[in-house]
């Protein structure tokens, strides 16, 4: 399988670069920045990561995004040679600077993986999205002697890593999907998709063996032999155009569950654009063969049209309501819970920045809880009228953690999830969703997500990801939230280190998930650190600077950076964490898997 890397994606875009390097005529990406992307990267706002947060990056993801990814409709009519000097221009980087994908294959063919205890083999833990590890392998006595053991480089790092057996599997951006043996670190198998992904992987059984799960952003769902990386089926998974897969899918009793979002929000910036005919939803796939099973939506109206824009374009709606994240499974109530995104046009309806309850069986909504109505937004509006921008402008205070279900000590179960709002909100399961409370934890705004909440049963823990409104208005830190109440058990404000590469870009924000273990809980920061916690008062315990540089165990230096997104895990006896998995507008990409031990052994 480690074939499939050289003559796949890597191959596929070195080749779109270079077919016209013999041009007589060289591309010029200096003009080509300023007609394209200057107006966006110049002057960063929201989403769009600055000029100089891509100097980290490889050729090869720049020429990604711009001929298959979130790129691509900025990138309409440039010529492949144009591409490739654009991403040279941008990086400083040749285009052939990629590692050899086929260093360190493991010598010995391992046992198959098969989920169990101790593991952590999908984005959430488990179906319940709970983020916490009951068996972590070490105690909170163990914390202050964790080392690296070892690091692997994954350029374009990104999902969160999974645990599988002795079997380790991350993916990149770029749609590589990796297997590792977990003690060592070598490479067991490469998978490579046509596709950028932004999602983890999901393990899970089928037949007498296991299969990897994943999608990537043209909306296709793949399951591969967990042993040996084979493809055993792939599947479309939603037939809107620009549907894409952002969120982990969820595993669980023989079936996938497949969150569903689009691009719709950035390609609206064009007014030509017929804003918007998406509905976000979940997908339900037969994980034995990838048979759709059911198809259900955030939104209950199809979209028909409604106005024509100040282009003289047909508008439609209602629209939007994305799911950004992994779907959370109720066996007990027969249901499916999925947090829902802003609106993309208008009538305003109830799906939009929801918690929505789909039945298991098929696929029917049974209750939507919205906690923003109205929230209607299109990438760089603000301020701007006309086209497809709606008016009045929304805020973009997507949900953007899972709706974790968890059971108190009395018995029980609460719906808590988090969004851009800076607010964690609970919901009753058994009263169709209502509002329990909601705690303000941040001052909120679109770059202030809450990736992922964790809990073990008495508390709900949140990283702080903007300035925090507990304690000192600081950004960064850890809050602790009683899980029936939402009152503030402690908030622990976050240190602010000087950064391992400078003031610029230097940033003490803690969007990433958070995750547990008995006694402590861990959270990194966008300064690179990774801190572990007392789940009793918050005392930090343990603190590692991941933005360093390492000799990884595939042959080249990996090099630690931001962390965001989805995360660190436990499993095994060992801490799992990508360091450098940044978001957009992140400064400090990098690439390095990390596996940390008791004295690093």
Not at 59 to 85: F, N
Not at 282 to 294: E, F, N, P, S
Not at 460 to 478: C, E, K, L, Q
Not at 509 to 536: C, E, K, M, N, W
Request: aromatic letters at 8%; one cysteine or more; charged letters at 15%.
């Amino acid at each position: 399988m480690l074939s499939r890397i050289s003559a796949g994606l890597s191959a596929a875009i070195l080749a779109l670069a270079l077919s016209g390097a013999a041009a007589a005529r060289q591309p010029d990406a200096a003009a080509i920045f300023a007609e394209r992307c200057a107006v966006c990267h110049d002057h960063p706002t929201g989403r769009t990561p600055a000029r100089a947060y891509l100097l980290p990056r490889l050729p090869s993801e720049i020429v990604h995004a711009l001929s298959r990814g979130v790129m691509r409709t900025q990138a309409a009519g440039l010529t492949q040679e144009e591409m490739g000097a654009l991403a040279v221009y941008l990086t400083g980087r040749p285009l052939d600077s990629e590692p050899d994908a086929k260093a360190n294959s493991c010598a010995a063919r391992a046992d198959p993986p098969k989920p169990g205890p101790g593991q952590w083999s999908e984005w959430g833990g488990g179906p319940s999205n709970t983020r916490f590890q009951p068996n972590p392998g070490f105690g909170v006595a163990d914390l202050p002697r964790l080392k690296v053991k070892w690091a692997f480089a994954l350029p374009g790092l990104t999902g969160g890593p999974i645990v599988a057996g002795n079997t380790l599997f991350v993916a990149s951006r770029l749609g590589r999907v990796f297997a590792l043996d977990a003690a060592t670190g070598c490479t067991r198998w490469a998978f490579e998709t046509e596709s950028t992904m932004r999602s983890a992987v999901a393990v899970g059984a089928i037949g007498n063996g296991a299969a990897a799960f994943f999608g990537d952003q043209n909306a296709d769902v793949r399951a591969v032999d967990a042993a040996t990386g084979k493809l055993l089926w792939k599947i479309h998974a939603d037939p809107y155009p620009n549907a894409m897969i952002v969120g982990a899918v969820t595993y669980h009793d023989g079936r996938l569950y497949v969150p569903i979002t689009a691009n719709d929000e950035a390609d609206a910036l064009d007014p030509a654009y017929p804003c918007c005919r998406f509905r976000g939803g979940v997908v339900a796939l037969d994980a034995t063969d990838g048979r759709i099973l059911w198809r259900g939506y955030t939104i209950q109206e199809e979209p028909k049209p409604t106005r024509v824009n100040s282009a003289g374009t047909q508008m439609f709606g209602p629209s939007g309501g994305g799911v950004w994240s992994a779907p959370t499974v109720d066996p007990k109530r027969r249901l499916v819970y999925a947090a829902s995104g802003n609106g993309y046009s208008g009538p305003a309806v109830d799906g939009t920045d929801a918690v929505v309850a789909f039945d298991i069986d098929t696929g029917r909504r049974v209750w939507a809880s919205q906690a923003l109505a109205q929230d209607i937004w299109l990438y760089r509006c603000e301020a701007k009228a006309g086209g497809n921008c709606p008016d009045p402008m929304g805020v973009d205070f997507d949900f953007t953690s899972p709706p974790m279900l968890q059971t108190a000590a009395d018995g029980r179960q609460v719906l808590v999830a988090g969004s851009k709002s800076g607010i964690v909100w609970a919901f009753d399961p058994d009263g169709k969703g209502k509002l329990l409370w909601q705690t303000q934890v941040s001052k909120g705004g679109p770059g202030d997500a809450i990736w992922g909440l964790a809990a073990d049963g008495g508390n709900v823990f949140a990283a702080v990801s903007g300035p925090s409104t507990i304690g000192p208005a600081t950004p960064g830190g850890v809050t602790a939230l009683a899980l029936t109440t939402g009152k503030t058990t402690w908030h622990m404000a976050g240190p602010t280190p000087p950064c391992a590469w400078g003031e610029t870009g230097c940033e003490h924000r803690q969007p990433a998930a958070v995750t547990a273990i008995p006694g402590a809980i861990f959270s990194g920061a966008l300064d690179g650190h990774l801190r572990a916690y007392s789940t009793a008062d918050g005392k930090i315990l343990w603190d590692l600077d991941t933005a360093a540089t390492y000799d990884a165990v595939n042959g080249i230096k990996a090099y630690g950076g931001n962390i965001d997104g989805s995360a660190q895990i436990v499993a095994n006896g060992t801490l799992f964490v990508n360091s450098g998995n940044a978001t957009a507008t992140s400064p400090r990409r990098g690439d390095a898997v990390l596996a940390i031990t008791v004295e690093g052994k």
